[in-house]
T-cell receptor, first 112, second 113 residues
Framework: AQSVTQPDIHITVSEGASLELRCNYS??????LFWYVQSPGQGLQLLLK??????LVQGIKGFEAEFKRSQSSFNLRKPSVHWSDAAEYFC??????????FGAGTRLTVKP | DGGITQSPKYLFRKEGQNVTLSCEQN?????MYWYRQDPGQGLRLIYY???????QKGDIAEGYSVSREKKESFPLTVTSAQKNPTAFYLC????????????FGPGTRLTVL
């Protein structure tokens, strides 16, 4: 069965430090890959997406993600975290036209 | 402004009552979705609709019903048959192409007392 795994439930980083959030998926072919961010009590906002082509994709708010086919991973990175980045982050995978699976989310806390 | 609206933001109901959550979009999107979000479980698909007057069950459709009479609207009814209805409900929409992004509304928090 298709699945999306975000191994880290909660991550704490200091402001200005680098960030990497992990995402792994299970699927035979290359799916469409997404990262969303959610502030408390709000909807999800798209950070970036990968469909094909360059495996390093740039998103909004200074985020980037790299698709690694050999590792079935799509990790999200940011070189320097800001306090406003504190939120919950969801990795999502679109397996066919309407089957979108979400990871359980990673909550990011930013220390001053 | 184009977007997805969900109303109300907060909803309280007594146990045993049906309740309908509203979702409207003016993005001219073909497909619409309802998700349920519980802490630590990510998002789970309840129902989706690709065209007007047609909809499909998702992973957790039991105790829920939907309609799609208009392209812009996809209301979700939480019935008394849903055993644990208290949750955060998110509506989403997208164009019909396989590579089209799914956009989300602001959500409705339903609390059943």
């Amino acid at each position: 069965a298709q699945s999306v795994t975000q191994p880290d439930i909660h991550i704490t980083v200091s402001e200005g430090a680098s960030l990497e959030l992990r995402c792994n998926y299970s699927y035979g072919a290359t799916p469409y890959l997404f990262w969303y961010v959610q502030s408390p009590g709000q909807g999800l906002q798209l950070l970036l997406k990968y469909f094909s082509g360059d495996t390093l994709v740039q998103g909004i708010k200074g985020f980037e993600a790299e698709f690694k086919r050999s590792q079935s991973s799509f990790n999200l990175r940011k070189p320097s975290v800001h306090w406003s980045d504190a939120a919950e982050y969801f990795c999502a995978v679109m397996y066919n036209n309407n089957d979108m699976r979400f990871g359980a989310g990673t909550r990011l806390t930013v220390k001053p | 402004d184009g977007g997805i609206t969900q109303s109300p933001k907060y909803l309280f109901r007594k146990e045993g009552q049906n309740v309908t959550l509203s979702c409207e979009q003016n993005l001219n999107h073909d497909a619409m979705y309802w998700y349920r979000q519980d802490p630590g479980q990510g998002l789970r698909l309840i129902y989706y609709s690709q065209i007007v007057n047609d909809f499909q069950k998702g992973d957790i459709a039991e105790g829920y019903s939907v309609s799609r009479e208009k392209k812009e609207s996809f209301p979700l009814t939480v019935t008394s048959a849903q055993k644990n209805p208290t949750a955060f409900y998110l509506c989403a929409s997208r164009l019909a192409g396989a590579s089209d992004t799914q956009y989300f509304g602001p959500g409705t928090r339903l609390t059943v007392l």
